[in-house]
């Protein structure tokens, strides 16, 4: 792989999952890697520095510090969040200032990550805002390699719904329906589909990739709780009604995710990367435990 400047790649969100794993799989495969940063002496941003990447200090709200680090730049991981301070209207801003900028700087390959069925969004706001960014970059006529998640099994470590204790027994709750399959992957995966797409652009250059690396139904979800925990384990449906009036956005959610689901070729995805995680596996990897009762 060449290593000039001219082959550089700028990678956003370098201190967050995605970002962090593509700026560390570049880097194993001898690419040159800018990594963007609000904080240099971050602890995840000083260990992307030791491992041979260069920190370019900037923030998504400052169109000057992303158009300097993008100058001169050949490819741009691109990644937005709708976690942060200004929500999913934070996120679409952030994410079509950048598509703008790459745009005006000449980025020659972009890969973006966006979202699983980003075009079927069926009026779920925060998969619009991710479609619109989708849609600026193709109105820039970017040369770009969409990648599309599905459900991050990071969001079992969060509060919600994440499966708790009761009793003796574990209990996985969501508002997945029974028998309806789960397409789910580890964020750190995502980071070799976006090294594979910077070394064959003539592969991935318009491509549009769905990426999962397990399926399975809410019963099938607990039973590999069960093998990694050695606790008895059951699911529990939450229904719409219940949902709606305790959280709202779960509710919109888990409606998309009953009706429509993410639609990835797992089969395919795992010839191409036969490291994919499967949920056991990295409930095994993270040393996954549940919280205690309440």
């Keep these: 792989m060449p ?6 790649i700028l990678v956003l969100g370098a201190t967050g999952k995605q970002g962090g794993s593509t700026a560390r799989y570049l880097l194993d495969r001898g690419w040159p890697v800018h990594a963007f940063v609000r904080d240099p002496g971050k602890p995840a941003a000083q260990a992307l520095r030791e491992r041979g990447a260069t920190l370019v200090q900037g923030d998504l709200d400052d169109a000057g510090s992303l158009r ?3 100058a001169g730049m050949y490819g741009l991981f691109s990644v937005q969040t709708p976690l942060g301070e200004g929500g999913v209207p934070g996120e679409e801003r952030h994410g079509k200032l950048v598509a703008d900028i790459a745009h005006e700087t000449g980025i020659e390959h972009m890969v973006h990550s966006s979202v699983g069925g980003a075009e079927r969004p069926e009026g779920v ?14 109105e820039h006529d970017l040369p770009v390699t969409f990648l599309r998640p599905a459900y991050f099994m990071e969001n079992l470590n969060t509060d919600m719904f994440p499966p708790k204790m009761a009793g003796d027994r574990l209990v996985y709750r969501r508002g997945l329906a029974p028998g309806v399959p789960l397409q789910m992957i580890a964020a750190n995966d995502i980071g070799y589909f976006a090294a594979d797409a910077f070394d064959a652009p003539e592969e991935f250059i318009g491509a549009k990739v769905e990426l999962a690396g397990d399926e399975l139904t809410g019963e099938q979800i607990a039973e590999v709780f069960q093998r990694h925990t050695g606790i008895p384990t059951s699911f529990e ?3 719409m009604e219940e949902l709606k009036e305790t959280n709202p956005w779960q509710a919109t959610a888990y409606d998309w995710l009953n009706r429509i689901g993410y639609t990835a070729d797992l089969p395919t995805l795992r010839k191409q990367f036969p490291g994919l995680l499967t949920l056991e596996q990295w409930l095994g990897s993270t040393g996954w435990k549940p919280l205690p009762a309440e």
């Excluded at 290593?3 to 550089?8: A, L």
């Excluded at 925060?126 to 600026?136: C, G, M, P, V, Y």
């Design 68 to 70: 300097k680090a993008m």
């Design 125 to 138: 706001h925060w998969r619009e805002s991710k479609l619109r960014i989708e849609e600026r970059i193709g």
């Design 3 to 8: 290593s000039d400047d001219r082959r550089t």
């Design 237 to 239: 449906s939450i229904s």
